[in-house]
């Protein structure tokens, strides 16, 4: 009982710290900041509810991650059982950045668009590893997929948006 409690305080107190960083995180799954606030309060309640299976000691952030992915797996399939529902439009998305000059904005931004362009599993990869810095093996780990899958899946967005940045750049664009 007195792990349970544990668990629970941890996962009580952890939120706070974890939020921001899980909040982001749900806007690269959902593409929407509406949706990506839906899913982050979701994800804070689920966990809330769940705190006993969360082992104590652990990282938080990425048990918050994968039920986070679970989450919007599972409301993808009802969304489009219901209504055939998908992603919002890149268009739709903006992230303020206070501290950043105007032109560094506009080019976070660009990348953005970019970044949510990118196929679901390129996505997911680029978010937790460039975005969220973790290693590629806790990648891998969140992901639930072997630790070369995360380095191919990398090597292809950057691949991708290099190409798409060249083109523009060329003038092609």
């Known amino acids: 009982m007195a792990w349970r409690r544990s668990a629970e305080s941890?996962?009580?107190h952890g939120l706070k710290a974890v939020f921001a960083r899980l909040w982001r995180y749900c806007l690269v799954?959902?593409?929407s900041r509406d949706r990506a606030d839906d899913l982050a309060q979701l994800v804070c309640v689920r966990a809330l509810e769940k705190a006993a299976h969360f082992t104590p000691g652990t990282?938080?952030?990425r048990w918050l991650f994968r039920m986070a992915q679970r989450v919007w797996f599972n409301e993808l399939r009802s969304d489009a059982v219901r209504r055939?529902?998908?992603l919002a439009s890149v268009d739709d998305?903006?992230?303020p950045d206070h501290g950043a000059d105007p032109e560094a904005s506009l080019m976070a931004r660009e990348v953005l668009r970019e970044v949510l362009t990118l196929p679901e599993a390129q996505r997911f990869a680029v978010a937790l590893?460039?975005?969220e810095g973790y290693s590629y093996k806790e990648a891998a780990?969140?992901?639930d997929i072997p630790i070369g899958t995360v380095m191919s899946r990398l090597a292809a967005a950057r691949t991708r948006i290099a190409g798409r940045f060249e083109h523009e750049r060329r003038g092609l664009g």
């Open 141 to 143: 780990e969140i992901l």
């Open 93 to 95: 998305v903006d992230l």
């Open 84 to 86: 055939g529902g998908g």
């Open 29 to 31: 799954l959902t593409g």
């Open 59 to 61: 990282h938080l952030d």
């Open 10 to 12: 941890e996962v009580r």
């Open 129 to 131: 590893v460039y975005v």
